[in-house]
């Protein structure tokens, strides 16, 4: 078992739905990521999460510690929203990133 | 924002060359860098921890002798990989943790390079 599970791994949506993805995981964390990748490689950081919630503009992302679970959702998806959303956990006992295997979205127009 | 650049973005080299990526913080200094290497639909793996002024801590299977780390200033870290063969080709990530205060606390901040894709022949 993977200490870092996403859902779903793809995901293909119309523009303007409302998108969630979801990433359980089963250490203890520091803080939680959400990453986004776009085909070209170049990596995104989305939010750094230790508790809550944040958003940032259609961005939202919350965690839920006591059930080690975090979701990110998309409100008013795009097309320029493709991409692998990745979620990565910090250990409380280092430095490191464990990364989730990816969910892949795909928003069509 | 912090941004982290890595040179070259993409490389082709012949089986038996050694080739340098170099990963650089361009407006903070990093004192831990981390080297990933990603395959095709496949998530990131760490491949080893960068140091500042110290050897690199290597992850469990990745060979110290293939996978060269160099993190001489507090801005650059440099992988080489050497005596490059086809099976190394691979998508590699390097990301650098911005080690300044935020809210009086140290920030946990990774910020990611934009990739260098290495092809082997």
């Known amino acids: 078992k993977n200490e870092v599970e996403q859902s779903p791994q793809n995901l293909t949506a119309q523009e303007g739905e409302f998108i969630t993805i979801n990433c359980s995981y089963s250490v203890g964390i520091s803080a939680l990521h959400w990453l986004q990748q776009h085909p070209g490689g170049g990596i995104v950081s989305l939010f750094m999460l230790s508790s809550g919630k944040k958003k940032h503009g259609r961005l939202i992302a919350t965690i839920n510690i006591q059930e080690k679970h975090s979701s990110l959702h998309i409100t008013a998806s795009h097309p320029r929203d493709s991409a692998v959303y990745i979620c990565a956990v910090r250990e409380t006992s280092g430095s490191r990133l464990t990364f989730g295997e990816g969910t892949q979205l795909t928003v069509n127009p | 924002g912090a941004v982290v650049s890595q040179h070259p973005s993409r490389v082709i080299c012949k089986s038996g060359t050694s080739v340098k990526i170099e990963c650089r913080s361009l407006?903070?200094?990093?004192?831990?860098m981390f080297w990933y290497r990603q395959f095709p639909k496949q998530s990131l793996m760490l491949m080893a921890t960068s140091n500042e002024g110290s050897k690199a801590t290597y992850e469990q299977g990745v060979e110290k002798d293939k996978f060269l780390i160099n993190h001489a200033s507090l801005t650059l870290s440099t992988l080489t990989v050497t005596s490059a063969h086809p099976e190394d080709s691979s998508f590699y990530i390097c990301?650098?943790?911005?080690?300044?205060?935020?809210?009086?606390?140290?920030?946990?901040?990774?910020?990611f390079g934009p990739g260098t894709r290495l092809l082997v022949l």
């Open positions: 990301s650098a943790r911005d080690p300044r205060l935020t809210s009086g606390r140290p920030s946990e901040t990774q910020y």
């Open positions: 407006d903070f200094q990093a004192t831990t």
